[in-house]
């Protein structure tokens, strides 16, 4: 779980402890002041409530973890687990170009549906010797068939990667139209949008 998620539930257990403690002290006063046992018995209720949360919460981490996962992203909302890119960058980093496209390539093709795997693909792709071609392939094919509609900064910050990168092994006219193309996608803001016409006219000037 990412460090956000740990804290949005570790709030969330801090609210509902507060209000069931509020709620308990309530019913304790209430049952002093009538010295009604039936008002003091459902006090406990809440009380317990506090007393169980706090020890799934630091005592068993790992449920309270999957219960809060479970009320964030619904199962329903999930096909599979998320794809854990973190190595994938420690190898960047670290020049293992080639470790980034074997391994990828060994999973199923729709991991490339999401453009920071193709990011991360086409960055090794363009960085590996005798490669270029297939990174390149790789983002134009993910342009014509796989971008998500839904908005995602990784989509301009991939059609850019694909400019800069593009400019020795593409004529501009090629790229120029792609981008063109893209520009009138949804999955761009109307703010990405004119970033990427303004990349296309400069494009254009400098030809």
């Known amino acids: 779980m990412s460090y956000y998620t740990d804290k949005i539930s570790l709030w969330i257990m801090k609210l509902i402890c507060c209000g069931a403690f509020l709620f308990a002290g309530h019913l304790f006063f209430l049952a002093f002041r009538n010295k009604s046992v039936l008002v003091l018995l459902v006090a406990a209720l809440p009380a317990g409530l506090i007393a169980s949360l706090l020890a799934v919460r630091y005592f068993l981490p790992g449920i309270a973890e999957k219960f809060t996962y479970s009320l964030l992203m619904p199962s329903r909302h999930l096909d599979k687990a998320p794809m854990i890119l973190s190595p994938y960058y420690g190898y960047l980093t670290n020049g293992a170009y080639q470790r980034v496209i074997d391994e990828l390539d060994a999973h199923p093709a729709q991991i490339f549906r999401d453009p920071e795997v193709v ?21 134009e094919s993910f342009f014509r068939t796989s971008r998500r509609e839904n908005g995602n900064a990784l989509n301009l910050q991939l059609l850019f990667f694909y400019a800069d990168s593009a400019r020795r092994f593409r004529n501009p006219e090629t790229i120029v139209a792609i981008l063109s193309h893209e520009a009138k996608m949804n999955c761009y803001s109307e703010h990405e949008k004119r970033a990427i016409l303004t990349r296309c006219a400069a494009m254009r000037q400098h030809k």
């Open 119 to 139: 990011l991360i693909y086409a960055q090794a792709c363009m960085n590996a010797r005798g490669r270029e071609e297939v990174g390149l392939l790789k983002m």
